[in-house]
């Protein structure tokens, strides 16, 4: 079945810094969403990325989908103490299957 | 801003006895989804509904778990019996279509099985 790992577990950063999780599959993927999920609370959708070598932008959160459409990135620029939250990527395999990853959770330190 | 519900938020119950979660999706959403989230892990999907069909139950442990859609818009979650290995978040998503489109989630359930 489809394996999707993200990296690292956990990030601790001084707020400032900037911060990056990746999201790596086994297989090609169709699409990916990426989801924000803050402490105690659900997940909430981010953006998805459909093209090969495909790069967003919110504010200061960059996403970009691999050349191969089997990995991603989310990186945060100058991190804040809103940024709090567990990251998960979702990928969408070609069959139409949808699998989070374990996520990756961030803390700031103010 | 139409929202996901869900009930109830909180259920504390023994092993062996039966419980049930319900959800309303967002009005027109013809997808849902029911996931577990056990702390520290990401959602595992459980059940998908396209309208009032199961389209993947494939991760559903079908000797104790059930799920309902029967008119294609609130769903009902059941577990019967539950097992302390239950204790998890329980989570109900709704797409406007298929997952290739954004989920919306619901606050969730929150079991604890004793």
């Known amino acids: 079945g489809q394996q999707v790992m993200q990296i690292p577990q956990y990030q601790h950063v001084q707020e400032g810094e900037d911060f990056t999780t990746y999201c790596n599959s086994s297989t090609t993927l169709s699409n990916i969403q990426w989801y924000k999920q803050r402490p105690g609370g659900h997940p909430v959708f981010l953006i998805q990325?459909?093209?090969?070598?495909e790069v967003k932008k919110q504010k200061r959160l960059t996403f970009q989908f691999g050349e191969a459409k089997k990995n991603s990135s989310l990186h945060i620029t100058a991190t804040q103490t809103t940024d709090v939250g567990t990251y998960f990527c979702?990928?969408?395999?070609?069959?139409?299957?949808?699998?989070f990853g374990d996520g990756t959770t961030l803390t700031v330190k103010p | 801003e139409a929202e996901v519900a869900q009930s109830p938020r909180y259920k504390i119950t023994e092993k062996s006895q039966a419980v049930a979660f319900w959800c309303d999706p967002i009005s027109g959403h013809a997808t849902l989804y029911w996931y577990r989230q056990i702390l520290g892990q990401g959602p595992e999907l459980l059940v998908q509904?396209?309208?009032?069909?199961?389209?993947?139950d494939s991760q559903l442990p079908k000797d104790r778990f059930s799920a309902e859609r029967l008119k294609g818009v609130d769903s009902t979650l059941k577990i019967q019996p539950a097992e302390l290995g239950d204790s998890a978040m329980y989570l109900c998503a709704s797409s406007i279509l298929e997952s290739s489109y954004e989920q919306y989630f619901g606050p969730g359930t929150r079991l604890t099985v004793t």
């Open positions: 509904f396209q309208d009032e069909s199961v389209v993947d």
């Open positions: 990325l459909v093209k090969s070598g």
């Open positions: 979702a990928p969408l395999s070609k069959a139409g299957k949808s699998t």
